[in-house]
């Protein structure tokens, strides 16, 4: 009659190292913050396996999930917590503004016109120049820029750079001629054309205005496009950001997540909010194929309901 092993000893068996799952990652020598509590991190290590978290503890504890092909981080002290959602981007746009001008910290009207002008510089005639968001706020007095204080140092290459809000922005005359805008341009619903006594605009438009701007510049590549979303998951990435809600997500961004994602690039986990004029056609394909799968889905509509205080386009009781 053949032997049989108690159940209690199979078990034995089973929960035994030989029968731990190994990790694919083990990093050791961490401070470790699980986000389970409100205490401070403690000394410890985390084990991984396909990118769900095995277990964490001391390594005494961890030895059991450590195999031959366990790759082995030391973190050397440093913090190990899990990654941070960011629940308000526009991702693609942000990887567009890593590699072009950045005006944020500009503290004078003087260094935003110098840091366009060698920006400029190293530009071929009519490439556009976008991005920067600058802050006017910083500056004395709080003018908002005009193109006039531009014009000079960019004759050959069309302006349109954002307030850090985006809710307004600043063109240069060679983008108003490249947008067809004159003093006759009307206003559009939603949004406001600052203009001088004369009717003339003064390069500043504002939320729904921007879009006379906007459909003058030339659609991205999609190969310009992966690039801005590789650049800003790399950027992501030494942040600790794993998963975002990138708003007014464009539909051609949501082919660029989804094409990193097939190629295995895809470092970070989105949940893309398109534009609510486009209801109809994300029901349509959330109807036909679903919203999407753990890594990239559709999460919803953006709207606007208002406008912004920092560039003056929300309603308030009281003058600004």
Known sequence: MPRRLPIAALLAVCLSAACSPKADLLITHGMVWTGLSTGNPQPGEVAIRGGTILAVGDSATLARYVGGGTRVIDARGGLVAPGFA???????????????????????????????????????????????????????????????WIDSVTPNNPVWINRLDGHEGLANAAALKAAGITRDTPT??????????????????????????????????????????????????????????????????????????????????AALYLPIESWRAVAETVRAGGAGDDWVRIGGLKGFMDGSAGSRTAYFFEPY
């Open 188 to 269: 559009p619903p939603g949004g406001e054309v600052l203009r001088d006594r004369d009717g003339s605009p003064t390069g500043i438009f504002k939320d729904q205005a921007e879009g006379l701007i906007e459909r003058a510049i030339p659609d991205p590549t999609e190969e310009q496009t992966d690039s801005a979303l590789a650049r800003g998951l790399r950027h992501a990435a030494s942040l600790g950001v794993t998963s975002t809600a990138y708003m007014s997500a464009s539909w051609g961004a949501l082919a660029s997540f989804q094409r990193l994602e097939r190629a295995g690039r895809l470092t970070m986990r």
């Open 86 to 148: 960011d629940g308000h981007t526009h991702f693609i746009s942000g990887g567009f503004q890593l590699a072009s001008i950045d005006l944020r910290d500009a503290a004078t009207p003087q260094e935003f016109v110098r840091r366009i002008k060698e920006y400029a510089a190293r530009l071929r005639p009519g490439e556009w120049i976008q991005g920067g968001d600058w802050d006017h706020t910083l500056w004395r007095g709080a003018p908002l820029p005009r193109h006039a």
